[in-house]
T-cell receptor
Framework: TQLLEQSPQFLSIQEGENLTVYCNSS?????LQWYRQEPGEGPVLLVT?????EVKKLKRLTFQFGDARKDSSLHITAAQPGDTGLYLC???????????FGTGTSLTVIP | DVKVTQSSRYLVKRTGEKVFLECVQD?????MFWYRQDPGLGLRLIYF???????EKGDIPEGYSVSREKKERFSLILESASTNQTSMYLC????????????FGSGTRLTVV
């Protein structure tokens, strides 16, 4: 199984702080997706990035795809308690149908 | 509102019981998946199916089987439940190719006692 490495594994911050989480692979991504999983729920797709260097924004969340397409970052500005959850990166299949998921970053935003 | 529905949010079963976890999707997705999620181990693929009556083993198929008799329904079967199968089980579906991502169910938290 191809495993994407995410860092940090755990992150606990105060409301209003900024943060960045990372997703890395030793091989080139065809494209990359970010999911958020709230406690007790299944993951929900946030964004798909496809082009090297691409930046996408979703309200206070900024997603960046590395120029070489081997890494990606998620930056959250002014974190809120509703941002609490597990953030997963995933690579859609090149062939076949299986996604490969990262190890996840567990974020806790303290009010 | 499109969705993937898992039949139970919480289940408690006894060791040795046969357990059925049901998943239904209403998005006409070709692919369906079963994962288990454990702290520190991430999402691990148990089985997936890319068509009716078709199935493929994932990374940890031992102790599990699946059934896909209809396109919208994918069942996970624990033939003889054991305590090490206590976990969160997530069902997901997708179109072929996956560019539009997975849609996940809300999960079933299974406890085997």
């Amino acid at each position: 199984t191809q495993l994407l490495e995410q860092s940090p594994q755990f992150l606990s911050i105060q409301e209003g702080e900024n943060l960045t989480v990372y997703c890395n692979s030793s091989s080139v991504f065809s494209s990359l997706q970010w999911y958020r999983q709230e406690p007790g729920e299944g993951p929900v797709l946030l964004v798909t990035v496809v082009t090297g260097g691409e930046v996408k924004k979703l309200k206070r969340l900024t997603f960046q795809f590395g120029d070489a397409r081997k890494d990606s970052s998620l930056h959250i500005t002014a974190a809120q308690p509703g941002d609490t959850g597990l953030y997963l990166c995933a690579e859609p299949p090149n062939t076949g149908n299986q996604f490969y998921f990262g190890t996840g970053t567990s974020l806790t935003v303290i009010p | 509102d499109v969705k993937v529905t898992q039949s139970s949010r919480y289940l408690v079963k006894r060791t040795g019981e046969k357990v059925f976890l049901e998943c239904v999707q209403d998005m006409d997705h070709e692919n369906m998946f079963w994962y288990r999620q454990d702290p520190g181990l991430g999402l691990r693929l148990i089985y997936f199916s890319y068509d009716v009556k078709m199935k493929e083993k994932g990374d940890i198929p031992e102790g599990y089987s699946v059934s896909r008799e209809k396109k919208e329904r994918f069942s996970l079967i624990l033939e003889s439940a054991s305590t090490n199968q206590t976990s969160m089980y997530l069902c997901a579906s997708s179109f072929t190719g996956g560019l539009y991502g997975y849609t996940f169910g809300s999960g079933t938290r299974l406890t085997v006692v």
